[in-house]
């Protein structure tokens, strides 16, 4: 429904911002584009969850062989291992997913002069921009989690009650899905940062900089995967040869303790653990809150305000003057007047 003056309400506003900019995440060279945006996303969560879900499908029937020898006390300190390799492969996964999304994690100088010249507040801009990350991000972590929650739930709960199998369920539905989001939103967080802080033209040499960053960060994170899973019970039991106490500060880990701790564990160390991994998810959403709209304006602004040589006042005195000297209707110098702001804001 639109108001008084006829112009789209907020609501109406959203939802074709959010349908746009959630599209912007196909726009790039492994997906097959937005033609067939519903196709190639089942794909992506097919190679996310393939990985994760065959390595469950398998070590399921390890673990039922360990629970009969050894009883169910013991298989809760066995699985670690699991937990955490199929943590840090998570970590790994969504690390490269945010690096391929990249570019479509914060405005742009497209979007600017798109946006710009429409009547569109910057909430609504924000609001937009944040809601299509959000959900692209959740919407990806049930895909690559849901079905591996559901074996993960029934196979180290067989023969309990149905809620022990519903809190597994959900245990690792949610400590997976919530590393995820960490890891989205503080490549989204950084970005965003150095956005408010440098401005749109540092930004751009640094850009590309801070994403091979990220790759480096990621790929050494699945170089380490095997130290992180096979040092993670013997670390965290504090005994055993396999120890390396520098696991406990990475955020499979942290997250693995969240993990523990929603499925009942009473160990102190999972309780830390839970505590540091919520502070961290906390702190980069709420970084991402504060900086994006920092960062969403000034995209906007210098945009909007052209490109360096039109800040010039003698400059900007001839383009303002142009358009009398080449038309007396109104009407015509306001068509002269745009077309000059817009070739003045493109490079």
């Not at 401005?199 to 990220?214: C, D, E, H, I, T």
């Not at 809150?289 to 304006?297: D, E, L």
Request: glycine share 8%; proline share 5%; net charge positive.
């Amino acid at each position: 429904m639109s108001d008084r003056a006829g112009s789209p309400t907020a609501g109406e506003q959203l939802r074709p911002l959010i349908d746009t900019f959630l599209a912007r995440f196909f726009e790039n060279e492994v997906t097959a584009g937005r033609t067939d945006l519903r196709h190639s996303f089942f794909w992506v969560i097919a190679v996310l969850a393939g990985p994760g879900l065959l390595g469950i499908v398998y070590r399921q029937f390890a673990w039922s062989e360990y629970a009969m020898g050894h009883g169910r006390e013991a298989l809760a300190a066995y699985v670690l291992f699991d937990k955490a390799l199929y943590l840090a492969v998570t970590f790994v996964a969504i690390g490269f997913v945010s690096a391929v999304a990249w570019p479509s994690l914060t405005i742009d100088r497209r979007d600017g002069l798109i946006l710009g010249a429409l009547p569109i507040r910057l909430r609504s801009i924000v609001t937009a921009k944040l809601a299509a990350p959000g959900a692209y991000i959740l919407i990806l972590s049930v895909g690559m989690h849901s079905l591996t929650a559901r074996l993960v739930g029934g196979a180290l709960h067989a023969g309990t009650s149905l809620e022990a199998v519903l809190r597994g369920i959900a245990a690792h539905l949610i400590a997976a899905t919530a590393l995820g989001v960490f890891v989205f939103a503080t490549a989204a967080g950084a970005q965003a940062i150095s956005l408010a802080l440098l401005g749109p033209k540092v930004f751009s040499r640094v850009s590309a900089l801070l994403q091979v960053l990220l790759v480096g960060i990621t790929t050494a994170s699945l170089i380490a995967l095997p130290t992180i899973s096979g040092a993670a019970p013997a670390t965290l039991a504090s005994s055993g040869r396999f120890r390396a106490d520098w696991i406990v500060y990475t955020p499979p880990i942290c997250f693995l303790g969240l993990y523990e701790t929603l499925s009942g564990s009473t160990l102190p160390i999972m309780h830390t653990l839970a505590r540091i991994a919520s502070l961290m998810l906390l702190l980069t959403v709420l970084i991402v809150a504060i900086a994006y709209p920092i960062a969403c304006r000034r995209v906007l602004l210098a945009t909007v305000q052209g490109a360096p040589a039109l800040s010039r006042p003698c400059v900007r005195r001839l383009m303002g003057g142009l358009p009398a000297l080449l038309a007396r209707a109104l009407p015509t110098r306001a068509v002269i007047q745009f077309a000059l702001a817009t070739f003045g804001r493109v490079s």
